[in-house]
């Protein structure tokens, strides 16, 4: 696996390529601190893990992604940021976000996120293992499940089916179980599985065990168009 980091500051790209480098699942580390070279570097050798620095100033570095996930089929995105409730991210980076960290964070987290990586990137990207619960998922789990990968929070999912807040938390909590995952994983495993299926890629990769309709008449709730 290699690793491709886009921040400005220095001292902060440093210390992020050693904690990678500690983590004995990274082969190569490249940093760069502007879009320009990082779109550059993507074009000649497309990195499996890219972390992007939000707080590059008069920049847009979620373009690094997006032009990422096009050449690259399903790459693992971290963000760092110093404040995650202020940032807006793209609606089409949102499938392939494995972690967003705070630059006051400990290293620790990074190391974490990506071990996490590194698991599911022995699975070959593909989430289908844990998508087996979903045959035995109710329909209005079904439904939770689609409006979770949408990006909608409980209060919204409430509003949207008309039931209770709490309702909405006992379905995500019997979901994860069935998925055999929980908390941040289920919002990923949710958010990849809507991609994939309106994309129609689960059709083509002929792995998938359920298909679920992934349209709703509600307006969808993202970030960012």
Request: glycine content about 6%; aromatic content about 2%.
């Amino acid at each position: 696996m290699n690793c491709l980091i886009v921040a400005d500051h220095i001292l902060l790209a440093d210390l992020l390529s050693r904690v990678l480098h500690l983590s004995n699942v990274i082969g190569s580390v490249h940093t760069v601190p502007n879009v320009k070279q990082a779109l550059r570097l993507i074009d000649r050798d497309p990195p499996d893990i890219l972390i992007l620095d939000l707080g590059i100033h008069d920049t847009n570095t979620q373009e690094v992604g997006l032009h990422l996930t096009k050449i690259q089929k399903f790459p693992a995105i971290i963000l760092l940021t110093s404040n995650p409730h202020n940032n807006v991210c793209e609606a089409d980076l949102l499938p392939h976000i494995y972690a967003v960290i705070t630059r006051e964070s400990s290293y620790v987290e990074l190391a974490i996120a990506i071990s996490n990586i590194a698991k599911q990137h022995q699975l070959n990207g593909n989430i289908e293992p844990k998508l087996g619960g979903l045959m035995i998922m109710s329909p209005r789990e079904q439904e939770v499940f689609v409006l979770i990968g949408k990006g909608r929070k409980s209060k919204e999912i409430s509003a949207a089916l008309n039931i209770a807040k709490s309702t909405v938390e006992s379905h995500r909590k019997s979901i994860a179980q069935r998925l055999g995952t929980s908390g941040g994983d289920l919002v990923r495993i949710a958010a990849v599985y809507c991609y994939k299926s309106e994309q129609g890629i689960l059709a083509s990769e002929g792995s998938s065990p359920a298909q679920i309709e992934t349209k709703d008449s509600t307006a969808d709730v993202v970030p960012k168009n």
